[in-house]
């Protein structure tokens, strides 16, 4: 059964012939055949979509006809079509040139019709699919050339004419873009006869705006810019180093064209395979010198593939008389290399020729390709990063050989590796026993490992006697009698990046030399897993995203019913998955958003993406709760996909914090301190009531303003205050006076993420009273220092708080050395029960009792000078009535005592004469008052003249018995 189907494109009927018949051995069927002209083919073959294309282009150096042309048309004709090209000869250029336009492969005309090509056609159909997935990144490189700090341009294969020209291109040549677009590529070449404006990689001389010459390095390729045949190039400016080789490029080239004019590696051999000579290209291939070379024989620096005996190929050799094949190159820095060797037996009696070429990266492409294309196939159905890890361990295990692959990844947290995945042979117990053994490794970046060894170095490495390598650590899980090999291959993020993501370690149990080929390909495969891998926990994350996000998320159809949606969805609403199956996205939504929701929604469904739109939605239970939605549409237009977020605690919240929100800007209107917030740019979104007043501006004027302008005018030492606190990120106070207002303020800055919140209170009374109470203070310490009495106060705690001169002057007198504040010295000079006494006088007036106490100090005093004193003490009160300490004022009385003592004496004498006078005279008066109340009572006749005599006798004898009277009292008072 013929399932591909291709298309022929020749003009030769001989080879359409043989075209045919080979596509018919390989069951391919010919859906048409065209000569290489044709370009308008039917609706129905382009829709066929062949499977092939094939150009026969054996003759094209011969035709005036434009093959590449074609095949471009072809190439966008039959976009899904892959293009072989069939040639009798094929050069770099040419198979770069049929690939520039379109085509998949070259093959040669003989490999194609002898050889088995379904390898060349599964990679062109390979190279096609990665074609198709360019062309969509194409625009991408439109911005490396408008970007690209080189020159490049774009001209006309046919004219010259320059039709696309990058700034760097400007720049370095010195025209503007118009004056670019007037010239074409031989304005810049100038008239030098060596120098082309074709393809060419080599130097060239090229002129600037001014005239000034040039040298640049110039990679072209041809290139179809909307249309026309153009050439893309890039130039590198060499001048300076051009100009530095030219001498010595001069005295060397007639030697470099001698002994590099071939790039195949030949060497002549004798009948027994010594070498006998080879050109300079061997060296470079050998990675030898000559001398090295020719001392040695064929067999000791090839080595056949396949483990095939070289004798038998050389005996092969010499019976046929020639030979072509691939081999691998022994090279004596271990770097392995494999090459097509053709040899030709007895160019000379008994000399061979033999040429090789160096196709190691077509081979590593070729079985890289081999091994990504087993990765690849084995992993599409893996949805999780262990699943992938341990299909890719066992192709690569498959594909090498080897015994035992590992993948070591890092953590989360990038602090150590773990072992991610192991897949060892089944059938070699030691490695399955080695593999589960090892399962949760973990290894620090510090810690001696294999793994540490790559990741350290970013480097492949390769472990020789790996059982007794110090950077070995699970020596216990192997056998010590076998010759153990591994590799470690860092895996990098991208292909060209340097950041490791991951290591790949290899075990065998045979002791192999170190390959280069298989680290070669190990280390390009690596390099594309880094992505993978990315890919592979992005989709994992993803998925554990939709699965155990609290969110409800979900997929609608165009019809907006339910596709797909997460447990969250059924958590949180109670519907079943096959519920919501059977609902629309607008079928739970309330009535009241039901509006504004379609609204959204039609916008939706046009491709607009939707950002937290807001309604609410039903639950099974009939109840609603607030959601918040995002919707993006697909780009296909087929589906939607909507992340919601149960916003019904938040909204309460919200409503809570709006309702605070109001409460405090209330309370920040009706404060008396001015209240200021400004942003992280300094401009004003508050400004209150008292900030109006205290700073006499009106909101109006500063709010959504910045702030500092205005500020370094009120005051810069507030607005220097304000930047160190947002500078610093700390809250500072400043006290200032504003000249403009004549008032003083006290202002505090909080800094926090989103600015700065600034309170200013008006101080200038407080700061008034502050001065009348530093003068009152003042006054008071010139009043007490100004008497000679002792004043003095003491805290809750007895210690003293505040003294006039006189009592330091006193305690300094008693302890004999100056005193301050810190009495405790002059304290331990006392007796306990001095102190004891003491503190009940401050205990006493600590209740609340004022009271006095004579005090003689004379038993402090050391030398018993005499001082007698009387002391008050007084309660000292706080704001709320309680007693904080005690106010003394001690009065020295020695002098008082003495003379009270004077006084006494004297009184006591006064005393006694009193007394003596009050009963001496009274006896005479109480006579006096006898006969005068005698005569009143007897009634005696008396003449006028005498009894007015009588009546004032005993009014001064009374006046006389109260004077006597008086004195007795007084004495008996101050008795």
Not at 92 to 117: E, H, K, S, V, Y
Not at 853 to 878: C, M, Q, T, W
Request: glycine letters at 4%; one cysteine or more; hydrophobic letters at 40%.
């Amino acid at each position: 059964m013929i399932l591909r189907k291709a298309l022929t494109f020749s003009d030769n009927q001989e080879n359409i012939l043989q075209i045919e018949q080979k596509l018919r051995s390989m069951e391919i069927g010919t859906s048409g055949t065209f000569a290489l002209a044709d370009d308008i083919f039917s609706k129905t073959l382009i829709k066929s979509k062949p499977d092939f294309i094939f150009i026969d282009a054996s003759y094209f150096e011969t035709s005036e006809f434009n093959i590449f042309s074609q095949t471009d048309h072809l190439s966008h004709t039959f976009g899904n079509s892959s293009i072989i090209i069939l040639c009798r000869i094929i050069d770099p250029t040419i198979q770069r040139n049929f690939l520039q336009a379109g085509a998949q492969d070259c093959i040669l005309w003989n490999d194609f019709l002898q050889n088995d090509i379904e390898k060349n056609l599964f990679f062109a159909k390979e190279r096609q699919v990665l074609r198709s997935r360019f062309k969509k990144i194409a625009n991408d490189y439109k911005q490396l050339f408008d970007a690209n700090p080189l020159p490049m341009w774009v001209y006309n294969v046919e004219n010259g004419q320059f039709i696309k020209v990058n700034q760097a291109a400007c720049q370095k040549y010195g025209y503007t873009l118009k004056e670019f677009y007037q010239l074409s590529i031989q304005d810049l070449v100038g008239n030098s006869p060596t120098d082309s404006p074709l393809i060419s990689d080599q130097f060239a001389t090229h002129h600037t705006k001014s005239g000034q010459l040039i040298y640049v390095e110039l990679t072209s390729h041809p290139t179809i810019y909307k249309g026309t045949d153009a050439v893309l190039v890039l130039a590198h400016d060499v001048t300076a180093r051009v100009k530095a080789e030219q001498e010595k490029n001069v005295a060397s080239k007639q030697l470099f064209l001698i002994f590099e004019h071939s790039s195949d590696a030949i060497l002549l051999t004798d009948s027994e395979g010594k070498i006998l000579e080879v050109n300079s290209a061997s060296e470079e291939l050998f990675n030898a010198s000559k001398t090295f070379l020719q001392n040695k024989s064929l067999a000791e620096i090839v080595k056949p593939e396949f483990n095939t005996p070289f004798d038998s190929l050389w005996e092969k050799f010499h019976a046929i008389g020639k030979h072509e094949g691939k081999i691998s190159l022994k090279s004596t820095h271990n770097d392995t290399k494999i090459a097509s060797w053709r040899a030709l037996a007895n160019i000379r009696e008994g000399i061979h020729l033999h040429i090789f070429n160096d196709v190691t990266e077509s081979e590593l492409k070729v079985r890289e390709n081999e091994l990504n294309s087993r990765i690849l196939s084995s992993i599409k159905d893996s949805f999780t990063l262990k699943a992938t890890l341990n299909a890719i361990s066992n192709n690569i295990r498959l594909f090498t050989g080897w015994e035992n692959v590992e993948f070591w990844l890092p953590d989360s947290q990038n602090q150590l590796l773990f072992l991610a995945s192991s897949s060892a042979n089944p059938n070699n117990a030691q490695f399955v026993n080695f593999a589960e053994a090892s399962r949760h490794r973990t290894r620090g970046f510090t810690e001696k490992s294999i793994s540490n060894n790559s990741w350290i170095s970013k480097s492949a490495y390769w472990f020789n006697d790996l059982y007794h390598h110090e950077s070995f650590t699970r020596q216990e899980l192997l056998d010590p009698n076998l010759h153990y090999t591994a590799v470690s291959i860092p895996i990098f993020e991208a292909p060209n990046s340097d950041q490791i993501v991951g290591i790949i370690i290899l075990i065998t149990d045979q002791e192999v030399s170190y390959d280069s080929y298989l680290t070669g390909i190990l280390s390009k495969v690596a390099g594309g897993l880094g992505n993978l891998i990315e890919k592979v926990k992005a989709r994992e994350e993803l998925s554990n995203l939709f699965d155990y996000s609290a969110d409800l998320i979900c997929i609608a159809d165009k019809n907006g019913f339910l596709v797909k949606t997460n447990p969250a969805f059924s958590n949180v609403l109670g519907f079943s998955v096959e519920e919501l199956k059977s609902k629309r996205f607008t079928d739970l939504i309330h009535p009241d958003d039901l509006e504004t929701s379609a609204q959204q929604i039609a916008k939706l469904y046009q491709g607009e993406i939707i950002r937290a739109h807001a309604n609410r939605y039903q639950t099974k239970a009939g109840t609603y709760r607030h959601f918040a939605w995002v919707a993006v549409p697909d780009p296909n237009g087929k589906q939607v996909f909507v992340i919601g977020r149960d916003v019904t605690e938040l909204k309460a919240q919200t409503d809570l914090i709006l309702k605070n929100a109001e409460q405090t800007r209330n309370m920040l209107e009706s404060i008396t301190d001015g209240f200021i917030s400004v942003d992280k740019s300094w401009n004003v979104n508050y400004w209150n009531a008292s900030a109006e007043r205290i700073l006499g501006i009106e909101k109006e004027a500063v709010l959504n303003q910045n702030c500092l302008s205005l500020l370094q005018e009120l005051s810069p030492e507030l607005a220097t205050m304000f930047e160190e606190a947002s500078k610093k990120h700390t809250s500072l106070f400043l006290e200032t006076y504003l000249s403009q207002q004549n008032i003083w303020i006290e202002s505090t800055a909080y800094p926090s993420n989103e600015g700065l919140s600034v309170y200013i209170r008006d101080i200038t009374l407080a700061k008034e009273h502050s001065l009348a109470i530093a003068t009152m203070q003042k006054n008071l310490e010139a009043i007490i220092n100004a008497t000679n009495e002792l004043i003095w106060s003491v805290d809750k705690e007895y210690n003293l708080t505040i003294a006039n001169k006189a009592y330091f002057e006193m305690l300094s007198d008693l302890v004999g050395n100056p005193v301050d504040l810190d009495t405790s010295t002059a304290r331990e000079s006392l007796s306990e029960a001095v102190k004891a006494k003491w503190r009940a006088y401050y205990e006493r007036c600590m209740q609340g009792e004022p009271h006095s106490a004579i005090e003689d100090l004379a038993s402090y005093h050391p030398a018993g000078k005499r001082l007698r004193a009387i002391v008050n003490f007084n309660p000292i009160y706080d704001h709320q009535g309680n007693v904080t300490g005690v106010a003394c004022f001690a009065k020295d009385i020695s002098e008082l005592t003495q003379k009270m003592e004077t006084i006494d004496q004297q009184s006591n004498q006064l005393k006694e004469i009193a007394w003596f006078q009050s009963h001496a005279v009274r006896q005479p008066l109480a006579k006096i008052l006898g006969i005068v109340d005698f005569l009143e009572v007897t009634e005696a006749e008396l003449d006028q003249e005498t009894a007015q005599l009588l009546t004032d006798l005993k009014g001064s004898a009374q006046e006389l018995d109260d004077v006597v009277k008086t004195i007795v009292k007084k004495a008996q008072r101050n008795d």
